[in-house]
């Protein structure tokens, strides 16, 4: 296998220990990736520093022609990078063909805003006070360095990639230990496109790589997406430089479920919402509210769904939904399901794991939980659901707002102006009415709570990655 550090524009083999990736489906190990040292961290930061005056000053219309190869690449590379996500990640086909279209959306959608750049320049500014003159001027943030997740590999790096190289930062991507493969194709897009050498920069490696990229005084920004744990730490560390941040973090939102709603419909959408990616998704909606005058209905046709629901390997046959991506989430989510029997929570269906080979877990569902439990209030980051009725809509809103978390929460009702009015009052950053959860890159992404500072996305994304400055002249 190549060397999996893509520093300076060159590939390296990293200093560290080799870290094992797997094939979560069968349990067993496909490729050895050496992770990248504290040094090697420093010499990707040194690279984008010397690469930042020349990648800035470039026009966006150039700009955006680098991120519409980016977007060309991944589609030319398409079925080898499905393959690859369906194997490193356990994902479905269906899930791993929307990621990978997810991605090439992203880098045309700020090509496109890369594009608009030159013409936002130097905009005059309306005074009220006489004798002077202003314009504006948006201006790259400067280096920045990129830590992403395993559960969304290549989405997510495109999330932050896209923006950033758009708007004129140099940077520094790690990924996943879980998941570093496919990102590697970005430093190979890179190479193919002639990318100026040490604007972009990647270094594979897990948490002490993170944390010497994080520490590094020599950047300018920093983005994270994963737990609200690290989070917390990645703060810490961008506190000590005053340095701007973006946190996506995790989430425990909720469903809620109208006495008017179509039940098939309902029962579609909160199984999306719970078993997407196997339900590692920090969106999840895990917390299910339900009327009280349909809840039986419901979990009667939520359970038949479930039981009929396809669980195995994707790459031997068509399922629903594959593995946990890794042995300690596998582990973590086994470690609620004994919980939840410690608890005495009951169990609709599944709570579970289920045989081997494989990091597999049956998709679970816990009725009436106590608001006390440790299954209601924490993140589970795998398909269990936990479930409550409600009597009106101001309790169905007091259960879904209290919650150390707010990222995003799901409405289903047939009447659209109470819909709306509930979505106004739930404390979270996005909000689907009777959908499945689709993301587009034109809107915002991001939480309030404990799920994050900051927005992914739409031309707010762009914006994350901007600094402005204003000139004012006085005019004699």
Not at 284 to 291: C, I
Not at 334 to 344: I, M, V
Not at 350 to 355: E, I, K, N, T
Request: aromatic share 8%; proline share 6%; charged share 15%.
């Amino acid at each position: 296998m190549k060397p999996a550090l893509f520093i300076d524009g060159h590939w390296v083999d990293g200093d560290g220990a080799p870290m094992p990736v797997h094939d979560p489906s069968l349990g067993q190990i496909m490729a050895q990736v050496p992770a990248a040292s504290a040094h090697q961290v420093n010499l990707a930061v040194q690279a984008a520093r010397r690469a930042l005056p020349g990648w800035r000053s470039l026009s966006g219309a150039r700009r955006a022609e680098y991120l519409q190869g980016f977007a060309r690449h991944l589609q030319q590379r398409r079925e080898g990078l499905i393959a690859l996500q369906m194997r490193n990640n356990g994902k479905p086909r269906h899930e791993a063909e929307l990621d990978l279209d997810d991605a090439i959306a992203t880098f045309d959608y700020y090509a496109g805003l890369a594009a608009q750049l030159d013409a936002r320049q130097d905009q005059p500014v309306p005074l009220q006070a006489p004798g002077f003159s202003a314009h504006c001027r948006f201006e790259a943030l400067g280096v920045v360095g990129l830590i992403v997740p395993w559960n969304f590999p290549l989405v997510t790096s495109a999330w932050k990639l896209a923006p950033a190289l758009a708007a004129g930062c140099t940077l520094v991507l790690k990924p996943s230990e879980v998941t570093p493969l496919i990102e590697q194709v970005y430093g190979e897009i890179a190479d193919a496109l002639g990318l100026p050498a040490g604007v972009l920069n990647l270094v594979a490696g897990a948490g002490k790589t993170g944390a010497a990229l994080s520490q590094h005084p020599g950047l300018d920004k920093l983005s994270f997406t994963g737990s609200t744990a690290t989070g917390q730490r990645v703060m810490a560390s961008s506190a000590a430089f005053c340095r701007p941040l973006t946190l996506e973090l995790g989430g425990k939102s909720p469903i809620l479920v109208f006495a008017d709603a179509d039940l098939d419909q309902a029962v579609h959408w909160i199984i999306g919402g719970f078993c997407w990616n196997a339900g590692q998704m920090c969106s999840a909606t895990s917390r299910l509210l339900v009327h009280e005058s349909i809840a039986d209905a419901l979990l009667q046709r939520l359970r038949s769904a479930l039981l009929a629901l396809r669980v195995g390997n994707p790459l031997e046959q068509e399922v629903d939904m594959g593995p946990l991506s890794c042995q300690a989430q596998w582990r973590t989510v086994c470690t609620y399901l004994e919980q939840a029997r410690n608890e005495g929570l009951e169990c609709l269906v599944g709570g579970h794991a289920l045989p081997g080979p494989g990091w597999f877990v049956a998709p679970t569902v816990y009725t009436d939980v106590p608001t006390s439990s440790r299954l209601w209030q924490e993140e589970i980051f795998g398909p269990v659901l936990c479930m409550r009725r409600f009597s009106d809509e101001a309790q169905a809103l007091a259960l879904a707002n209290d919650s150390a978390f707010g990222l995003v929460a799901t409405v289903i009702s047939a009447d659209l102006q109470r819909a709306e009015r509930v979505a106004a009052a739930l404390d979270v950053g996005h909000v689907w009415i009777n959908s499945l959860q689709a993301v587009f890159v034109e809107t915002s992404w991001g939480g309030t709570k404990g799920s994050g500072i900051g927005r992914e996305l739409g031309p707010w994304g762009l914006a994350a990655y901007q600094s402005i400055k204003h000139l004012t002249r006085y005019l004699g």
